[in-house]
């Protein structure tokens, strides 16, 4: 008998990748998806802990999900089993049960593939209130990705692939080494399989994941090493991928190898998301960062020199405890200086853990917030000007899903810029969804781009 099963997804791509992984584990035990948690037997939030208050905004989720839970005892209807897994449930463990007895299971991101037999134990107890408190915050990496191979994946046309997780770095502000534990990259063999099933099962884009992706060094049978440069050209050889794109990559650990791959492999896609930080050296020192300014801006130098076209993206947090007015306007010069397609900026936010949490020269709200609105209000005319740019021009889009108006088909450009065409009825919906089609791109908004079909 079929069951239903609601996942809330908070945070990164790597979130979601996980997410996509918990359906097709639970998908074997007869559960399928549904899109609001009333009526789903087991209701999973897959939480994040990069933000300020990461924790708290979690609690009243759960506080929800009680008042849901109650209604449903009352009406008689058999009772949810709820889970927190992700990063919040690895940072506070078994504090989430003491303080929300409503909660069934906890696990972190590295034990989800064991999903199935913690819900088959919650769902074995007579009652809600016989259920064992489950709580599963392993950090053995490996043991997670050997399981999940295993699973067959959905049919789509673009496709997230974890190669790497975890990270060794220790960024001032950051609880990635801490809620994801430490650099791992998993094995040449492993990789290329899931890229195998991933293709024949039709997918046309893959997205390489890890925190540190372009950190990847895994290895084969032989013991040979595999960067991710290395990797690429093979998938790009060896596969029928049409586009293959990266995230997230850190500035120390792009190599002469990997910008070369972006003039000469031609599905390796004219995108980069290159996150710095900050403008200011004294600033990426205490971010603890392992890559100057200077240093960015020579890899952002030599990625254009092969690739004149590449897009540019980037993370900044203003606001870091002892940036300096001069501090900021160094950010705004580095802005100025890349260009960029598209970035994130935040305001810093203390994230508890963390060495930058406990300093003393935290900078008052009211100039990060100044601080941020100048910065953003730059990056939006930044990107509004690439996109502008792109008007007049024709680009292959893959159009992955319908619109927020039914008539619109809706893709990616190679920049990945969203991309939507109105195919108006049904039929030209079905001849093009899932299809990687050159467009003319009509009109540019800040965040997307109008096209048509070229003839
Ligand atoms: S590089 Fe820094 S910001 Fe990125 S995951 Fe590692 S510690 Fe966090």
């Given at each position: 008998?079929?069951?239903?099963?609601?996942?809330k997804?908070?945070?990164?791509?790597?979130?979601?990748?996980?997410t996509?992984?918990?359906?097709?584990?639970?998908?074997?035990?007869?559960?399928?998806?549904?899109?609001?948690?009333?009526?789903?037997?087991l209701?999973?939030?897959n939480?994040?802990h990069?933000?300020?208050k990461?924790?708290?905004?979690?609690?009243?989720?759960?506080g929800?999900?009680?008042?849901?839970?109650?209604?449903?005892?009352?009406?008689?209807?058999k009772?949810?089993?709820?889970?927190v897994?992700?990063?919040v449930?690895q940072?506070?463990?078994?504090?989430?049960?003491r303080?929300?007895?409503?909660?069934d299971?906890?696990?972190?991101?590295q034990?989800?593939?064991?999903?199935?037999?913690m819900?088959?134990?919650?769902d074995?107890s007579?009652?809600?209130?016989?259920?064992?408190?489950?709580?599963?915050?392993?950090?053995?990496?490996?043991?997670?990705?050997?399981?999940?191979s295993?699973?067959?994946v959905?049919?789509?046309?673009?496709?997230?692939?974890?190669?790497?997780?975890g990270c060794?770095?220790?960024?001032?502000y950051?609880?990635?080494?801490?809620?994801r534990?430490?650099?791992?990259?998993?094995?040449?063999e492993d990789?290329?399989?899931?890229?195998v099933?991933?293709?024949?099962?039709?997918?046309?884009?893959?997205?390489?994941l890890g925190?540190?992706?372009?950190?990847?060094?895994?290895?084969?049978?032989?013991?040979?090493?595999w960067?991710?440069?290395?990797?690429?050209?093979?998938?790009?050889?060896?596969?029928d991928?049409k586009?293959?794109?990266y995230?997230?990559?850190?500035?120390?650990?792009?190599?002469d190898?990997l910008?070369?791959?972006?003039?000469?492999?031609?599905e390796?896609?004219?995108y980069?998301h290159?996150?710095?930080?900050?403008?200011?050296?004294?600033?990426?020192?205490?971010?603890?960062?392992?890559?100057?300014?200077?240093?960015?801006?020579?890899?952002i130098?030599?990625?254009?020199?092969?690739?004149?076209d590449?897009?540019?993206?980037?993370?900044?947090?203003v606001?870091?405890?002892?940036e300096?007015?001069?501090?900021?306007?160094?950010?705004?010069?580095?802005?100025r200086q890349?260009?960029?397609?598209?970035a994130?900026?935040?305001?810093?936010?203390?994230?508890?853990?963390?060495?930058?949490a406990g300093?003393?020269d935290?900078?008052e709200s009211?100039?990060?917030?100044?601080?941020l609105a100048e910065?953003?209000?730059?990056l939006?005319?930044q990107?509004?000007?690439?996109n502008?740019?792109s008007?007049?021009?024709?680009?292959?889009?893959?159009?992955?899903?319908?619109?927020?108006?039914?008539?619109?088909l809706?893709?990616?450009?190679?920049?990945?810029?969203?991309?939507?065409?109105d195919?108006?009825?049904g039929?030209?919906a079905?001849?093009?969804?899932g299809?990687?089609?050159?467009?003319?791109i009509?009109?540019?908004?800040?965040?997307?781009?109008?096209?048509?079909f070229?003839?």
């Amino acid at each position: 008998m079929t069951k239903k099963l609601f996942i809330k997804t908070y945070g990164c791509q790597m979130n979601v990748y996980d997410t996509e992984r918990m359906v097709d584990v639970m998908a074997h035990e007869g559960y399928q998806v549904i899109d609001t948690p009333d009526e789903a037997d087991l209701v999973v939030l897959n939480t994040c802990h990069i933000r300020e208050k990461a924790a708290e905004k979690v609690y009243s989720d759960i506080g929800r999900l009680r008042v849901m839970k109650e209604k449903r005892r009352k009406a008689g209807a058999k009772d949810s089993i709820l889970a927190v897994g992700g990063c919040v449930a690895q940072a506070e463990g078994a504090e989430i049960h003491r303080r929300a007895p409503v909660v069934d299971m906890v696990f972190g991101p590295q034990t989800y593939h064991r999903l199935p037999e913690m819900t088959r134990a919650a769902d074995k107890s007579k009652s809600a209130g016989d259920r064992p408190r489950i709580v599963d915050t392993d950090l053995a990496v490996s043991e997670k990705f050997a399981a999940l191979s295993k699973k067959a994946v959905a049919a789509k046309k673009t496709a997230f692939l974890t190669v790497q997780e975890g990270c060794d770095k220790f960024c001032t502000y950051c609880v990635v080494p801490y809620t994801r534990g430490g650099e791992f990259s998993r094995s040449f063999e492993d990789v290329m399989a899931d890229a195998v099933k991933l293709n024949e099962a039709g997918v046309l884009e893959v997205t390489l994941l890890g925190q540190n992706v372009n950190a990847y060094h895994g290895h084969d049978v032989s013991g040979t090493e595999w960067s991710l440069a290395r990797l690429i050209r093979h998938l790009a050889e060896v596969t029928d991928f049409k586009r293959i794109r990266y995230t997230t990559s850190h500035p120390h650990d792009m190599t002469d190898e990997l910008i070369a791959v972006h003039g000469d492999v031609a599905e390796c896609m004219p995108y980069l998301h290159l996150p710095v930080q900050a403008g200011s050296d004294r600033i990426v020192k205490a971010m603890n960062r392992h890559h100057t300014v200077a240093a960015y801006l020579k890899t952002i130098e030599d990625i254009r020199a092969v690739r004149s076209d590449i897009a540019l993206s980037g993370d900044f947090i203003v606001g870091f405890p002892g940036e300096t007015d001069a501090d900021f306007q160094a950010t705004m010069d580095l802005v100025r200086q890349v260009n960029y397609a598209q970035a994130y900026s935040f305001m810093y936010s203390e994230r508890p853990g963390t060495p930058a949490a406990g300093w003393d020269d935290q900078v008052e709200s009211h100039v990060k917030s100044e601080r941020l609105a100048e910065l953003q209000e730059e990056l939006n005319r930044q990107q509004r000007a690439f996109n502008d740019n792109s008007v007049g021009q024709t680009l292959p889009v893959l159009l992955e899903r319908t619109g927020k108006e039914a008539s619109h088909l809706v893709g990616r450009s190679p920049y990945m810029q969203a991309v939507y065409v109105d195919v108006g009825d049904g039929a030209l919906a079905e001849q093009y969804f899932g299809k990687l089609v050159d467009m003319k791109i009509i009109s540019a908004g800040p965040r997307s781009l109008k096209g048509e079909f070229v003839g």
